[in-house]
């Protein structure tokens, strides 16, 4: 099968039978074998019996429904367990994303080498208000991520080699970061491509401000989960040691200055009346609380099944004669 067509849904009953219309029609006209997996997400209106007949009319119609709503992550990542086309594409239900796009992607997972092309919705129909906040969310995971040629990491339309999903796993929010995920599973050939930006036809958007705040927080996961995930130890022991010291060497320093008065006959007062040393006290505490922080975390990924499952590209190997 040439292509996977993923879109999860929430709520998008009037625009259903037009973009799977639109989407038969591209796959026609361009020879390409084809299956369109419908996500519910727990849908409260009329979509999953939408569904239930698109998928009588076209045979590549499938579905799959949840019974409540989980978010657009678990949905996505139910897709791509299910995926069976060489490439994935991954598109939003509400008609803002046009499936005119769908062969110059496949183009460039198919002949161009990209294991993931994101698009970029360039011109964009979105008030200010969404527009000037996603600006800044994209140039902080550019930053983070170091995946400098993205200008738009969430982007609902997306292309993927089949491979990529199936060593991804999208959880939570995740799906803002998809790109990230690949490039720390080891797919770094990572595209992207201007596409047409339609001003929404139906219903309403389902996300709010909330998703940025939360956006950052996942980034932070991210990349802390990333670089330190199987290495806690080089994080909290680095730091709660310097934190042990630098309060370690500021009480000591409290005390010297106190036995200096008490040496040159100078008026002193109680190590315990300065403030400094309780400072001193919270600091050393601190710093051993993170040290054991990590030592716990290393006894966690030490007896972890998964702490030597590495992802291997290719193998060679010579068979004894």
Not at 80 to 105: K, Y
Not at 149 to 163: I, S, V, W
Not at 260 to 287: A, E, R
Request: hydrophobic share 40%; charged share 25%; net charge neutral.
């Amino acid at each position: 099968m040439d292509i996977s067509v993923i879109i999860p849904l929430y709520n998008e009953a009037e625009s259903l039978p037009e973009l799977e219309q639109w989407i038969a029609r591209v796959m026609a006209d361009n020879g390409f074998s084809y299956e369109i997996l419908f996500i519910n997400d727990g849908s409260t209106d009329d979509s999953w019996d939408v569904i239930r007949r698109l998928a009588e009319s076209n045979p590549a119609v499938k579905g799959v429904s949840f019974r409540r709503n989980y978010g657009k992550s678990p949905a996505l990542n139910t897709g791509f367990v299910r995926a069976q086309g060489d490439v994935v594409i991954t598109m939003d239900a509400d008609l803002q994303d046009s499936p005119d796009e769908i062969p110059a992607l496949y183009d460039m997972i198919k002949n161009e080498g990209y294991d993931l092309v994101s698009g970029w919705k360039q011109k964009r129909y979105d008030p200010l208000s969404k527009t000037i906040p996603t600006k800044l969310f994209n140039a902080t995971a550019r930053r983070v991520s170091g995946i400098k040629n993205l200008h738009d990491f969430n982007c609902g339309l997306k292309a993927y080699r089949n491979k990529v999903v199936k060593h991804i796993e999208v959880y939570g929010d995740m799906h803002r970061y998809i790109p990230y995920l690949a490039k720390n599973a080891g797919f770094t050939r990572i595209g992207e491509k201007v596409v047409h930006h339609q001003a929404r036809k139906y219903g309403k958007t389902k996300f709010g401000l909330d998703r940025f705040v939360n956006g950052y927080l996942d980034l932070a996961t991210l990349w802390f989960t990333n670089k330190f995930g199987v290495k806690p130890m080089h994080f909290f022991g680095l730091l709660g040691s310097l934190m042990f010291i630098l309060g370690f060497v500021a009480a000591a320093a409290v005390g010297i200055i106190k036995l200096y008065h008490m040496h040159t006959g100078q008026s002193y007062s109680l190590v315990t009346d300065s403030p400094y040393f309780y400072i001193s006290l919270v600091m050393m505490i601190l710093g051993t609380q993170l040290f054991l922080t990590g030592f716990l975390g290393e006894l966690i990924v030490r007896n972890s099944p998964r702490r030597n499952d590495y992802e291997i590209e290719e193998e060679l190997r010579t068979e004894k004669r």
